[in-house]
């Protein structure tokens, strides 16, 4: 009799490893972001400050002194040499991050909100809006698998959900977190995993084609806020209340 396997079984035999290479003890670092061709991460912080760090050297090589409050978000968009910062006293900054120029700031709105709200860009109306957690949502990241897109949440009510992004639908609910998920990160090896991190100081590995939980890590620096993946490496950093932790990650058959 002819035995026949189909991919997507043998993705599902896949596990998932993470393995603590490096840490660095700072201020609560409470955003983290990789360029895409240098060796920087981009690094926000719980007192106001942001820092590029160097993962390769392990040395700070800029730091911007921002405000005397919380650093929620820190981005690179390289292509204009820009670092794009926002924190909780409602103002959005961009600087060049050659000269460190401040090139403008603006004050923002924003709401503690429930809803995951879509909009195409210059429109003043809002394309869908669902309301899918009980509490708050901390983080919402486009992700892609196979031919599919998908949209991630996180949320104070200690899950995240997975969204169709064509229907607007839940697709799964990731359950398992003791406190508010704070991030997520997708990580593709020899199988695609959503990594999620916590206030209760955990990241969770969940493989992306049966939704199990793969994994569980504990940070022993504090609760985790932000995670990063270095791309073309193996290799993700993890935000926590005492600084960086950088881990080796691997996936292996079963």
Same mark, same amino acid.
């Given at each position: 009799m002819e035995l026949v396997v189909?991919?997507?079984? =043998?993705?599902?035999?896949? *596990?998932?490893?993470?393995? %603590?290479t490096f840490? +660095? *003890?700072?201020? *609560?670092v409470k955003s983290i972001y990789l360029h895409p061709t240098e060796s920087w991460v981009l690094i926000g912080t719980h007192l106001g400050n942001v820092c590029i760090w160097n993962h390769r050297t392990q040395v700070s090589e800029k730091t911007?002194? =921002?405000?005397?409050?919380r650093v929620r978000s820190a981005k690179f968009i390289a292509r204009k040499e820009w670092v794009i910062i926002g924190a909780d006293d &409602? $103002? =959005? +900054? /961009?600087?060049?991050?050659n000269t460190m120029e401040n090139i403008t700031e603006f004050k923002a709105h924003s709401d503690f909100i429930r809803s995951l709200v879509l909009w195409d860009l210059g429109s003043l109306e809002p394309r869908s809006s669902v309301n899918g957690?009980?509490?708050?949502?901390?983080?919402? %990241? $486009?992700?892609e698998t196979g031919e599919k897109l998908y949209i991630l949440t996180g949320s104070d009510d !200690?899950?995240?959900k997975v969204w169709d992004y064509e229907s607007m639908t839940c697709? %799964?609910?990731?359950?398992?977190?003791? !406190?508010?998920?704070?991030?997520?990160? #997708?990580? %593709?090896?020899?199988?695609? $995993?959503?990594?999620?991190?916590? @206030?209760?100081?955990?990241v969770r590995v969940w493989n992306t084609q049966t939704y199990n939980l793969d994994y569980i890590f504990t940070s022993d620096l504090? *609760?985790?806020?932000?995670? &990063?993946?270095? @791309?073309?490496?193996?290799? /993700?950093?993890?935000? #926590?209340? @005492?600084? =960086?932790?950088?881990?080796? /990650?691997?996936?292996?058959? #079963?």
């Open positions: 189909s991919l997507s079984n =043998i993705l599902f035999l896949f *596990r998932f490893w993470f393995q %603590k840490d +660095r *003890r700072s201020e *609560r911007f002194e =921002i405000a005397n409050s &409602g $103002f =959005i +900054r /961009v600087y060049n991050y957690h009980t509490e708050g949502l901390n983080s919402v %990241k $486009f992700y !200690h899950t995240a697709v %799964k609910t990731l359950e398992g977190h003791t !406190h508010n998920v704070t991030s997520f990160q #997708c990580v %593709k090896l020899d199988a695609s $995993f959503i990594i999620t991190g916590s @206030e209760d100081q955990t504090g *609760r985790v806020w932000t995670i &990063g993946f270095i @791309e073309g490496s193996s290799e /993700v950093v993890l935000g #926590c209340d @005492e600084g =960086i932790l950088i881990g080796q /990650v691997s996936s292996a058959g #079963c």
